[in-house]
């Protein structure tokens, strides 16, 4: 399995994002600073990876700390989560990630700074581990809904790169493929950071997936042309009525898929889930910088001077999405009641 982050002695290592797919390095970051940097510039990106990065850059952060009690380390570990949470605004599970960690501080704020230091460290790990364990059982609940065979489009990457290891929508076309589907993925290449050109034909390819990249105006085409039996994307947050902010353009995707009578599935663990959020008007979307959209690998492609725009992400109604598979089970509309049952629903633990 492909290690998109890991805790080690010397610090917390990701494989570079940004580098691949013609090169595959790795950086080690050693302070909660140089986590925020890398969730910042992409170096590690995805939802639930950029949780699981974040609670990771809070224990790290705390172990460096030279505070001699748990009282001294409070204003610190506020200090670090801070820092950590000003890194990107519409992945729901950064600030889902940055809540358990304060609520394990909490937990142990009686204790000893080096039980406090250890413990941190042991929650930042246990959320790896839920991650892939919540990634295999929606694989498991979602498999069933891809088709035996043909096309299946993703956009974005959704993958073991965007989370601790096996995917979201990825996951539910490898647990597919594990069950004997014959599976054809369609990866749209997802202007403007290459996502699907990059990196989830990058882990496909290493799978041994079938995979074919489109770029992204050639989805309604394929559509169109029967090539495509279902969608599976991810998500970077959820409303509590089943709106989904997920990468620029799965919005099109999705009204695409409508027209053309496809199922139209989203694939996200419970940590994505924000029931705070009414709907999708309420999600922060992230405006990235104008260079991602004017250059393709340092080479510019529109005129000196003209406008930009570059929001990160797209939000996708509710009335677009055929079912939300999560580790806990498959949502229906109304999105409002059935993502609550599973809010009551057991957590996948480890
Ligand atoms: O900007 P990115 O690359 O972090 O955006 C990633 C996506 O939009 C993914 O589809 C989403 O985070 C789900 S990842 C399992």
Redesign the pocket.
């Known amino acids: 399995m492909i290690e998109t982050l890991e805790w080690t002695h010397s610090g917390v290592r990701f494989i570079d994002q940004t580098k691949l797919p013609t090169e595959e390095i790795y950086v080690t970051c050693k302070t909660h600073e140089q986590v925020a940097d890398v969730i910042r510039n ?1 170096v590690v ?4 990876a ?1 949780g699981v990065a974040a609670a990771m850059g809070i224990a790290l952060g705390v172990k460096n700390s030279q505070a001699a009690t748990t009282g001294e380390l409070k204003p610190e570990f506020d200090g670090i989560c801070d820092v950590i949470g000003k890194t990107r605004p519409t ?1 729901v599970n950064l600030f889902w990630a940055i809540a358990r960690m304060r609520e394990k501080f909490e937990s142990l704020r009686v204790r000893p700074v080096a039980q406090v230091k250890q413990g941190l460290i042991d929650e930042a790990r246990r959320m790896h581990a839920e991650d892939i364990a919540a990634n295999q059982a929606m694989g498991r609940h979602g498999a069933a809904l891809m088709p035996a065979s043909g096309g299946v489009l993703t956009h ?3 993958g073991a790169l ?2 601790c290891g096996y ?3 990825l996951g539910v076309i490898r647990a597919a493929v594990e069950q004997g589907k014959k599976i054809h993925v369609f990866a749209d290449e997802t202007r403007p ?1 290459l ?1 699907g050109s990059r990196l989830t034909a990058w882990e496909l390819m290493k799978d041994g997936i079938p995979t074919t990249v489109i770029s992204d105006n050639m989805a309604g085409a394929m559509m169109k042309q029967g090539k495509i039996g279902a969608i599976v ?4 947050r959820i409303a509590a009525n089943g709106d989904v902010a ?2 620029i353009g799965t919005y099109t995707v999705a009204v695409l898929a409508r027209e053309h009578a496809i199922p139209f599935y989203v694939a ?1 663990p419970f940590s994505t889930i924000d029931l705070e959020t009414p709907d999708g008007g309420g999600i922060p979307i992230e405006q990235r910088s104008p260079l991602e959209v004017t250059h393709i690998a340092g080479k510019q492609m529109v005129p000196d001077g003209v406008q930009v725009e570059n929001p ?2 797209d939000v996708t109604p509710a009335k677009y999405v055929t079912a939300i598979v999560t580790e806990r089970g498959i949502a229906r509309a109304p999105y409002e009641e059935s993502l609550h049952r599973l809010a009551e629903a057991a957590a996948v633990s480890v």
Request: hydrophobic fraction near 50%.
């Open positions: 992409m990106r995805g939802a639930p950029i992945a974005c990457n959704a965007a989370t995917g979201t929508a950071f996502q994307v991810g998500a970077d997920n990468k996200a990160a992400f």
